[in-house]
């Protein structure tokens, strides 16, 4: 019996064609505005443990991962906590009132600016990973792998009690509870 021959991989409809234009001319747009090595010091806040938000749009921190804000965890005594508010308290208190400058080091696929950011000179995503209260993305960068190790070592922020990687926990989530408002609705991260 013959086998059908192997279909090629590739674009074929129009449609498949022009959704890639679109996005390539996007990503182009948006590296063109904000591209890589530039620095922006927009007004920005803190929206979640790995993100903000400001005059220019969003920017996720470069190399690491955060709760997500409707996340929990368990701390050393094994009672659940809100880890995702946690995170953006303490993303907050590095932020304080310091002037933040951020600069882009790509755009990830839902166009939103990548970037290492400093509030007052100190780097806000190591920052975060050394306090404990984010994890180094290893699957995006190694930047923070050192400073996972000691907020572990140290039991510090989430390496107190028990947590869920923020991306496994976003895979099981990925609708919101419906005790949540639509525009709460967990955005990709």
Known sequence: MRR?????SGL????????????AGLSLYALNRWGPGETDTSGYRA???????????????HGIDAPELHQECRDEGGR????????????????????????TLDIDRY????????AGGRDLGGAM?????????????LD????????????????????EAPEDWRRQNRRAPSSLAASEALPPD
Do not use: M, N
């Not at 990973?129 to 960068?141: F, M």
């Open 4 to 8: 059908p021959p192997p279909r090629a």
């Open 12 to 23: 074929k409809r129009p449609a498949d064609i022009v959704f890639v234009l679109v996005l």
């Open 47 to 61: 929206i979640d443990g790995d993100s903000l938000r400001g005059g220019h749009g969003e920017i996720r921190l």
């Open 80 to 103: 659940i906590y809100a880890c995702g508010r946690r995170a953006l308290d303490h993303l907050k208190s590095l932020i304080a009132g310091r002037v933040i400058a951020c600069t």
């Open 111 to 118: 166009q939103r600016r990548v970037a290492r950011c400093t």
């Open 129 to 141: 990973v050394k306090d404990g209260w984010a994890i180094a993305y290893l699957g995006h960068a």
């Open 144 to 163: 923070y792998a050192g400073d996972e190790a000691q907020a572990h070592a140290a039991r510090r922020g989430l390496w107190a009690g028990d947590f």
